[in-house]
């Protein structure tokens, strides 16, 4: 055997097993995934993010090592971010393409993140499920409506953009400003970080009142039980407690990734 063909068969080799090794620890992280989703118990939990954590960054340095990023897939944020700016819980929603007339990258994300939201978290921000005193409730049933609010934005974007972009425009294109589509993007994305900071803030307000001892959360450790109805029943079997602290680490984590200036 001539030294190119010993080079290849012992690349090829190495390859396997490195494939191997990625399948594995593929199959460790889909079972830390479980564990955390099902543990209510707060130090398990903490711990097993920690491991979800270590095992993603080794399967991105295989994942690297044999340029198999798209074979494998393993959910990540659409931006190439450094190892410190990775997201425990954004990584693991799935990217759904926005719209099929421009290619954003950045809107696929955000419209994606904020489906996940208003599938998973919003119906738990009820009194059906978190039960609070008056003032508190009565506040936090403002947010319900902003958000929908926030979806009209984007259905109005989605008309702007989908007007631009028919075949006649051109024809009326002197008539209509075409940065109209630019900035009621900007607008979107502004008013949904405006909703999530005041959201994480009154989230935290809850928690830092119940980690003093107050009883701001009138039933802290009573468990989720989802309506049989709900499609989606992320948060079934958490505390009230800890369904507020996993929803106050995807507000913090959704607020970074949108990357907008305080105002």
């Known amino acids: 055997m001539d030294e190119d063909r010993f080079i290849q068969d012992r690349f090829i080799q190495k390859g396997r ?10 199959l460790v992280l889909k079972q830390l995934e479980g564990v955390y989703r099902t543990s209510t118990n707060p130090s398990q939990r903490s711990r097993v993010l920690k491991e979800i954590n ?18 494998y897939e393993l959910v990540e ?9 990775q997201f425990t819980i954004l990584n693991f929603i799935k990217i759904s393409r926005h719209s099929d007339i421009v290619k954003d990258i950045e809107m696929d994300a955000v419209t ?4 996940f939201f208003e599938r998973n978290y919003l119906p738990i921000l009820s009194e059906y499920y978190i039960k609070l005193d008056y003032n508190h409730s009565l506040k936090r049933d403002t947010f319900y409506p902003r958000f929908m609010e926030i979806k009209k934005l984007l259905k109005e974007y989605d008309y702007e953009l989908e007007i631009q972009n028919r075949e006649e ?7 209509k400003d075409k940065s109209i589509v630019h900035k009621m993007r900007q607008r979107y994305l502004l008013t949904l970080d405006k909703y999530f900071k005041d959201l994480r ?8 009142d119940h980690r003093e001892g107050g009883n701001i959360v009138l039933h802290p450790y009573q468990e989720i039980v989802m309506n049989e109805f709900e499609e989606d029943r992320r948060l079934d079997g ?11 680490l995807f507000f913090d984590e959704f607020i970074r990734f949108l990357g907008m200036p305080n105002i």
Request: charged share 30%; proline share 4%.
């Open 238 to 248: 958490y505390t009230v407690y800890e369904a507020l602290e996993e929803m106050y």
């Open 201 to 208: 803030n009154f989230v935290k307000l809850l928690i830092d």
């Open 169 to 175: 425009y051109n024809t009326i294109a002197l008539f």
């Open 17 to 26: 097993n490195v494939k191997g090794e990625i399948e594995q620890k593929i």
């Open 77 to 85: 944020a659409p931006h190439e971010l450094p190892p410190e700016e």
């Open 112 to 115: 994606s993140y904020t489906d």
């Open 54 to 71: 270590d095992v993603k960054k080794s399967i991105k340095s295989l994942q690297t090592l044999l340029s198999i990023q798209e074979e």
